[in-house]
């Protein structure tokens, strides 16, 4: 079955540091991806996207997500954490690329610590 | 521009009860959608309308009635509402369907007791 998989919870990183959350997705073709971050109360947001072309992608507030088609792989990266970037994460992958089939993991909740 | 609004913001409703949850927006988008968000489940889709007068069956639908109205309005209605539909609802709108990010309303938080 088609899946989106974010194995991680929870986590805490101190502002400044690096963060990396997981994303794994499991179709048959490589689907369109997408981050979406969530702030407390808030709806979501679009971090970024990524369709084709190069697997490095730039999204807003200084994220960037690569592409690894040999691991089924999006994961979101920041070189450096802000205190407002706590919220929740989610990858949602569409196969279609027509929004009526896409799928949203089930989330990484980030705390920032000071 | 208000973006996407979502009304009621919170609801109690008793088993059994009927509600419509509203949804505008005002970035003349074609495509509409509304989801509930449980938790640890991630989002999931009730329904979709592609174009203004028509309508589609999401992942989860049963329970659900969806109606769009015009082109800035999009109504989910639940006619006997059950406690398995106590969630977080979102609406959402996008250019079309394909390819455009969606922009999502801040979320209706419905209790069924």
């Known amino acids: 079955a088609q899946s989106v998989t974010q194995p991680d919870i929870h986590i805490t990183v101190s502002e400044g540091a690096s963060l990396e959350l997981r994303c794994n997705y499991s179709?048959?073709?490589?689907?369109?991806l997408f981050w979406y971050v969530q702030s407390p109360g808030q709806g979501l947001q679009l971090l970024l996207k990524y369709f084709s072309g190069d697997t490095l992608v730039q999204g807003i507030k200084g994220f960037e997500a690569e592409f690894k088609r040999s691991q089924s792989s999006f994961n979101l990266r920041k070189p450096s954490v802000h205190w407002s970037d706590a919220a929740e994460y989610f990858c949602?992958?569409?196969?279609?690329?027509?929004?009526?089939?896409?799928?949203f993991g089930t989330g990484t909740r980030l705390q920032v610590t000071l | 521009n208000a973006g996407v609004t979502q009304t009621p913001k919170f609801q109690v409703l008793k088993t059994g009860q009927s509600m419509t949850l509203q949804c505008a927006q005002d970035?003349?988008?074609?495509?509409m959608y509304w989801y509930r968000q449980d938790p640890g489940m991630g989002l999931r889709l009730i329904y979709y309308?592609?174009?203004?007068?028509?309508?589609d069956k999401g992942e989860v639908p049963n329970g659900y009635n969806v109606s769009r109205l015009n082109k800035r309005e999009f109504s989910l209605r639940l006619e006997s509402a059950a406690p398995s539909q106590t969630s977080v609802y979102f609406c959402a709108s996008s250019v079309d369907r394909a390819y455009h990010e969606q922009y999502f309303g801040p979320g209706t938080r419905l209790t069924v007791t």
């Open positions: 179709y048959g073709a490589t689907p369109y």
């Open positions: 309308s592609a174009s203004e007068g028509t309508t």
């Open positions: 970035m003349n988008h074609n495509s």
């Open positions: 949602a992958v569409d196969p279609t690329g027509t929004a009526s089939k896409l799928t």
